[in-house]
């Protein structure tokens, strides 16, 4: 690994066995690093960086407005998401087992009165996570089907720079927790990705194409998703 400096901008380069320039801005702090073909030189590398500072300046202020936002206290009245929908949080406390209902408009919390801001947090997290447990298996059911393929495990995590993984081997797939709070064509986007690299492993051509084939809207979804880490590809060679 190579690191330069653009002013006060350090840039991290790693040098791979790929075609094309990757340029990634990642939360939280904005890092910027560039995954470059083997061969290519730092002066090359560095001149594509600057032609896309513009670009790396907005994805780091994107980045730090969404870190504004990100924060939740638990409380009456809170926005929370779940399946790509805004509710409105109520919290309410009695003795009994902690459990989350949902109903038009509410996420209703129900808590011991002792219960502090992680205990909540966690509640909610362990609701999000049953609602995935529940979805993704129809999904990959579904999926297997038309791919023919087997997924032999799947799991469900929290994961920073990354909505999903899969490991061709052990034909696992997991699945980013945060997906639970997006819209559903956007958990299927992300499913539908992961068991394709049971087929193919790269995000080559062949990829598209199969995913063109299997779910001819994933641009949409991957739109929708706003993937994080922000991504920028240049050039073919
Ligand atoms: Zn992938």
């Not at 989350?100 to 609701?127: F, G």
Request: hydrophobic share 35%; glycine share 2%; proline share 5%.
């Amino acid at each position: 690994m190579a690191t330069f400096q653009l002013g006060d901008l350090p840039v991290e380069v790693v040098h791979k066995n790929i075609k094309n320039v990757h340029l990634s801005v990642y939360p939280p702090s904005g890092k910027v690093k560039v995954s470059a073909p083997l061969h290519m030189e730092l002066e090359t590398i560095r001149v594509f960086v600057i032609s896309k500072l513009s670009w790396i300046k907005k994805q780091q202020k994107k980045l730090k407005n969404q870190k504004r936002e990100a924060p939740r206290d638990y409380i009456e009245r809170e926005s929370h998401y779940y399946q790509g929908k805004r509710y409105q949080l109520k919290v309410i406390e009695n003795q009994n087992k902690s459990r989350v209902e949902l109903n038009h408009k509410y996420l209703t919390l129900y808590v011991r009165p002792e219960s502090d801001l992680q205990k909540r947090q966690d509640i909610l997290n362990q609701w999000y996570r049953e609602q995935l447990k529940q979805q993704i298996p129809k999904l990959i059911d579904q999926y297997e089907k038309l791919m023919d393929v087997d997924v032999a495990e799947f799991g469900v995590k929290r994961m920073k720079t990354k909505w999903g993984t899969c490991n061709p081997e052990a034909r696992r797939i997991w699945v980013n927790l945060e997906l639970a709070k997006k819209p559903p064509e956007c958990l299927e986007y992300i499913v539908v990705h992961e068991m394709l690299h049971l087929l193919e492993a790269s995000h080559n051509n062949r990829f598209t194409n199969l995913m063109d084939l299997f779910l001819p809207k994933w641009r949409l979804y991957k739109d929708e998703l706003n993937r994080l880490p922000v991504r920028h590809e240049l050039w073919r060679y």
